[in-house]
């Protein structure tokens, strides 16, 4: 099992960054995929960006794709979302996830592969 704490939001004028950071508990952090999912109040929840476990490569929504980027420091058992240009579209409560992945499916941009989630944390960006 893992634990995910969310940290890093806030209010932001458009244009500018925040970086999320999701601490996980336990030593087996580098044996899941990471994700960050996003979910706008009165959305559906929806991907954002994820990266795999073993060689750190990257996925993102297309509507992030060249803003954020997404990454993970398996010595601290950390993942971040580094967000730029942020617009108020960007607006929602922002999700980390855990992909166990015991099959060896591969990287999932499905919020439903993921078995654990942090609590979340809230970023806006005003106008």
């Known amino acids: 099992q893992v634990q995910l704490v969310e940290s890093g939001g806030g209010l932001v004028l458009t244009g500018g960054s925040l970086r999320l950071s999701c601490a996980a508990s336990g030593r087996t952090f580098r044996n899941y995929h990471m994700g960050w999912f996003r979910q706008a109040p009165g959305k559906e929840r929806e991907f954002v960006a994820a990266?795999?476990?073993?060689?750190?490569?990257?996925y993102y929504a297309d509507s992030v794709k060249g803003r954020f980027t997404i990454s993970r420091d398996n010595t601290k058992n950390t993942v971040y979302l580094q967000m730029n240009s942020l617009k108020p579209e960007d607006t929602a409560v922002y999700y980390c996830a855990a992909d166990a992945d015991v099959y060896y499916r591969g990287t999932s941009t499905d919020g439903h592969d993921y078995s654990y989630w942090g609590q979340g944390t809230q970023v806006t960006v005003s106008s």
């Open positions: 990266i795999s476990r073993s060689r750190g490569i990257t």
